[in-house]
């Protein structure tokens, strides 16, 4: 069982993004991925390919988040990049692929593919919790939402 909390990193949080759709957020977030080495030159592609085919958003209670994810071949080390948008995006709805907008989303990147339900759930009890997401939301200090994390993952 890997353990999720060291798989968050302050160099790996974004909390004014810009983009106009989805893929220019993946560019964005791919392209210092790569330039931190967690992630191969495939990986931009990998990831917007993977949610065309298995869409990532999710309508939770108390905020819409998307976990967008690639197969792991494009993974050099395990990671969670945080990224909140300064505008929402649309993404499509895990499941059954409806239109939805989101302003949070948590790129998973796992090299063990049997890692990647337990994190995916991991998340999703994340989300459930008001109170953390209250904070999550409220929060603009990138260290402290690190703590956020790292405490409650």
Do not use: C
Request: glycine fraction near 6%; hydrophobic fraction near 40%; avoid cysteine.
């Amino acid at each position: 069982m890997m353990d999720y909390k060291e798989m968050f990193d302050q160099e790996l949080i974004s909390l004014e993004l810009k983009g106009e759709n989805e893929v220019e957020v993946f560019q964005q977030v791919a392209k210092q991925l790569t330039e931190l080495g967690f992630v191969n030159e495939g990986y931009l592609n990998g990831i917007i390919t993977r949610e065309e085919k298995f869409p990532t958003g999710l309508i939770t209670q108390h905020v819409n988040i998307a976990l967008p994810h690639s197969d792991p071949e494009y993974v050099e080390k395990p990671f969670v990049y945080i990224a909140r948008l300064k505008d929402e995006v649309k993404v499509k709805q895990m499941g059954d692929s409806q239109e939805m907008k989101v302003k949070n989303l948590f790129f998973l990147g796992i090299k063990d593919p049997k890692g990647q339900v337990g994190l995916l759930q991991a998340f999703m009890e994340l989300f459930m919790k008001e109170e953390f997401v209250t904070e999550f939301i409220n929060e603009k200090d990138i260290n402290k939402i690190y703590q956020l994390f790292t405490n409650n993952i």
